[in-house]
Each structure stands twice: as structure tokens, then as C-alpha cells.
């Protein structure tokens, strides 16, 4: 099939080039004409293992390919996959859905034979309607099918994520589109992928109510965390205890910092905008939103108390500063919370990431970048582990540095306590 992606983002990239991979000739088009010239000499805007080698791949097949020419693109496919962002509006907590009715109003004008639009954005309820209306402006309505077909892709395992989804959720009104998604998916769902066909409206809202239960299960096993850590509980045997009962299951229960990213925050937000708009309170989801809130300055605190707050002229390293592993994104990450406010206390921060520098403490006071781990660790009062990279997974403190010996505050509950113990370390986790 033809497929058309508009936007190279995360969403739009890696589902294009995956659709690629399971034959389809697909065009991914953006209006950066930087980013296409990059696109076209094998450069990947953004961080997720694999993609490189897939979209050079399939490049190189000539099943995939790029362009600016937004309008042409169009002209040449039949399915058309809008993955613009959709950000948080600036000074509001609704979607800012600008650049999706900018496509849109492209594509009004570009409709030469029958198109499937699909959004697969995260858009709030009744965008598909909007959609359909600028199109029908210039446009008679057997034309085109508008459909909502969400992502679920976790960042740092897209591609896994895209060819063994749980299920593929189609929310279309019209029997020929769906029929041809059906087609589209078919070689996911013969893999195992359920396929969910829904109105238009449902598939819109459950992406944004699955962000929001995740969101909630996290928040709801860090305010656990928070319980066991006044009772000598193991926060671990909660989750496991918890986990096993099928109706719970043990995925997204790990305790930790502040979840971030570039969804869950915004999501959480967009769907009690959406809800306000229909009069409709969604008190469990604005509590999370707030504990989330809440999380870093409960982790500052108790960093705060294992330093016996003198925190000024302390050393302090970090250990990752991406919102999680196998990612470079920066979005809403608790290290941009924490470690400005360490460093606002006098504390001279260190900090190594596997992805590397990030300009988003360059102007922060006493901040450095080192970059190995072992000289992020010398010298060092506190090490904090904050993303559970690989990488820090099995590191032998003891032989790194020798000598003096730091605290360690592991915030991923990656070690063991009484292994780091016997190691000489003093050893703080989350919720044990
Ligand atoms: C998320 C959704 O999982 C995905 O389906 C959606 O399409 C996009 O948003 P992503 O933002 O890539 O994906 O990250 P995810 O792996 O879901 O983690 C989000 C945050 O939750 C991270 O900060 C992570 O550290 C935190 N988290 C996750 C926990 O603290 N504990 C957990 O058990 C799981």
C-alpha cells in the first residue's frame, strides 16, 4: 500500500519506517527541509535503538523515502497518517492543536482520489470530527474516511513496540476504510496483536485514558513507596505481592522518581481539559497529576536528610538525567526539577548520562557533564542513580574509586541493599 506520513517526529518515523519493513512504500514528509536532507544521508533526528539501521534499510530498498512536498506526497498515496505533535497549549493544560488543523487544511486541498486520513497523534476527543469538517469544506464526503488509529510506542522500545503491539485499535465510523486498516495491520495481528475496532471518538480517548491509568499506576506505587519507607516495608514485595493478582499485573508498578516523558505529563493534562470542556470531573486523574507534582520535592527532602541537610559545597553525582533508559529525551524529566534545586542549595553537581551532554543545564550554576562514569563518581559525597540505564546496572563501586566512599541513593531500586552495604557503601533506595 501507499502510505503517506506526515511529520518525521518520534511517532511518525518510526511508524514509518516499520510500515516500510512490512512492505508498504511509505513517504514521510516534514516541513524542517533540514531534517528531510539529514533523513536522506542516514541521519536520525532522535535517539531510539534500531531505528538507524531499519530506516537506512529500507532507504536504501527504495520502500521508504522523504520528502517536503507535502501536497504531491499526498497526491501519491492512499493512506495518510497525520503524526504531527501535539503539544501542551503554552500557558494552558489543553492540546495544542494548531499544527494538526494546518495539516489538515493541506489536505483539504490535496485530495485527488479516495484518501484515508488517520490520526495517529494523540488528539482529543472529537478532533477527527474537526478534521472531517475542514475537509469537507473543499471536499464531498465519499472522498476521504477520517479514523483514529493511536500509537502506543514506549520511547526506547518503538520498534519492539510496533511489530508486537498488544493490539492495534482502529476507530473509524466507515466499513471500506476499516476493512482496508484491517489489511493494513494484518501482518501484526497474524503475529498476535488484537485488533480493536471502535467509533472514531473511543480510539481518541483510549490513548489518553491508558496514559492516564499508567500515570496513576505509577503514582499509586510511589505514594506506596512513600508508606513503606516510614514502616520498614520492602516496596519490591509490594509490587510482587500485588503484581501476581492478574486483575493488577506487575508492569508499571516499579516504584521511583517523578514519571516524565513527553506523554504521560502532557496527556494527563490534556484528557481533565477535555473532561472540563464536557463538564465532567476526573478527580483521580487530577490527583495524580498533583502527587506527580509533589514527587521530586518528597525525593529532594529525603536527599536533603541522607546529606544531614548540609547540602552546600556537597558533591553530588547523577547517574543518568533522561526521563528513563535507552532514550535521550529530556522532556519532563525529574532531573530537570532536582538538580537545578540541589544547585540553588550550594551543591556542585556531576552528572553522566549515556546519551550525553545536555544544554538544559548549561547555564545551571556549579552543573558539569562528565564523560565517563568513573569521573563522574571521583570526588563524589552522593551518587544519585536516577535512570536505570543499563550501564549502571552492575558497576563494581568498590573498584571504580578507591579510597574515599560516597552515599549512594539508588532512586531505580536497581541494587541490592545488603550487597552495597557489605560493600562499605552507605545505601539509600526507594520505598525499602
Ligand atoms: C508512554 C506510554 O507507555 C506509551 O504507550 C505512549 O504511547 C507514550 O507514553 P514513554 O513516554 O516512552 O511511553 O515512557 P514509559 O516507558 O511509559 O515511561 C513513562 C514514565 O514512567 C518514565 O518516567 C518512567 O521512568 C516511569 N515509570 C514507568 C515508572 O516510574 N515506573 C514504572 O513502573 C514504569
Known sequence: MKLCMIGTGYVGLVSGVCFSDLGNDVICVDKDINKINSLK???IPIYEPGLSELVNKNYKNKKLSFSSDLRTSVKNSDIIFICVGTPT?????SADLNQIYNVAKELSLSINKFKIIITKSTVPVTTGDEIEKILSKKNSKNKFAVISNPEFLREGE????????DRVVIGSNDIKSNKIMKNLYSPLISKGAQYVHTSRRAAELIKYA???FLATKITF??????????????VEDISIG??????????FLRAGPAYGGSCFPKDTRAIISTADKFKTNLSVIKSVIKSNQNRSSILL????????????????????VTFKANTDDMRDSSSLIMIPALSKKGALIKYYDPTGFKKDFEKIKNVSYENTIKKSL?????VIIHTEWNDFKSLNFKNMVKGKKFIIYDMRNIYSPSKIKAQGFKYFSIGR
Request: aromatic share 4%; net charge positive.
Open 242 to 251: 500485588m503484581g501476581l493478582d492478574k486483575r493488577i499485573g506487575s508492569r
Open 378 to 382: 571521583e570526588g563524589s559525597d552522593l
Open 301 to 320: 527532602k529525603r536527599v536533603h536528610a541522607i546529606l544531614k541537610n548540609k547540602v552546600k559545597n556537597k558533591k553530588i553525582t547523577f547517574l543518568g
Open 89 to 93: 497549549k503554552k500557558g494552558g493544560s
Open 221 to 234: 506505587i510511589n505514594e506506596i513507596a512513600n508508606l513503606c519507607e516510614k514502616t520498614g516495608i520492602d
Open 158 to 165: 518503538a520498534i519492539r513496540d510496533f511489530t508486537y503491539p
Open 210 to 212: 491508558s496514559n492516564a
Open 41 to 43: 544521508k542516514g541521519k
